[in-house]
């Protein structure tokens, strides 16, 4: 009987992270119980199969496939394409680009507050960083989540492009090691001389609970252009909302009045 390609594919899929336990924390099975699914001992429920497989950005087709094409696939899609290469997505940002009001103003860091997709009732402060290079105006967050044994933190990291359009700061954000997941995010501008808050909605969904999509409210909190990242950094984490200021808690807050049909954040 041929071997199970499962498990090869599976362990070739695990070497793009730092640790098999990485893994496990990120998707939200137990360490032991994904060590059955690596020696082929016992197959994933359909449940976890479909968590498995939305986290590493494959279908089951594909993770089932003959572990050299697997791994070919794996490959191609986080090799980097090349400047001659034609494709939609290089126009579509230029001309973005083009429309794009100066964000000069903006660029610096930023605590970056929301509704953690994943963890129900905390609020997840993030750093982020917008910054300028070759005319475009780039994006990067990193986000720091306790793991439930009291290791070292998980690090995700996203990056994107920032846009000035319609009157409205429009972030595009993907997670950086497989591009699987994609947030968007349009924020007030701030009208004020100096920036304070930026309020607005974001997209997205979460990585251990399935793969519904989700809205929330999202602020970034302006602190400078010189910024200490490595300082910033070691404030950011899952909160209660009774250990963050009471306006930030305020203005995440994800309710919608009573007769609306779309979910709306009024401008500060």
């Known amino acids: 009987m ?19 336990a990485h893994v496990c924390r990120r998707i939200g099975i137990n360490r032991q119980q994904f060590n059955k699914y690596l020696s082929g001992t016992v197959r994933p429920s359909r449940h976890n199969m479909r968590r498995i497989c939305d986290f590493f950005g494959v279908t089951e087709a ?3 496939m003959e572990p050299a094409r697997f791994a070919e696939l794996i490959s191609l899609r986080r090799r980097p394409g090349s400047e001659q290469e034609v494709t939609p997505l290089g126009p579509t940002l230029k001309r973005l680009s083009q429309f794009s009001t100066p964000l000069h103003r903006y660029v ?35 986000e720091r989540e306790d793991t439930a ?3 070292p933190r998980d690090v ?5 492009m ?9 972030v595009v954000e993907n997670e950086a090691l497989l591009s699987s997941s994609i947030t968007q995010m349009i924020l007030y501008p701030s009208y004020n001389a100096g920036i304070d808050y930026l309020l607005g909605i974001q997209t997205g969904g979460p990585l251990k609970r399935g793969r519904k999509p989700s809205a929330s409210r999202v602020v970034l909190d302006y602190l400078g252009q010189n910024v200490d990242a490595r300082r910033a950094m070691a404030q950011c984490g899952l909160f209660a909302p009774e250990e963050l200021d009471p306006k930030i808690v305020q203005l995440v807050r994800n309710e919608m009045p009573t007769g609306a049909w779309t ?4 401008q500060l």
């Open 2 to 20: 041929p071997p199970d390609p499962l498990t090869s594919n599976l362990a070739f899929a695990c070497t793009l992270f730092p640790s098999i």
């Open 62 to 64: 594909e993770l089932l």
């Open 108 to 142: 610096g860091g930023y605590f970056r507050y929301f509704h953690s997709y994943s963890n129900p009732g905390m609020i997840m402060r993030s750093y982020a960083q917008i910054t300028r290079r070759d005319g475009h105006y780039l994006w990067k967050n990193i």
């Open 149 to 151: 044994q009291g290791g």
């Open 156 to 160: 995700f990291k996203y990056e994107g």
């Open 162 to 170: 920032v846009f000035y359009l319609g009157e409205r700061i429009n």
């Open 263 to 266: 979910f709306e954040v009024e």
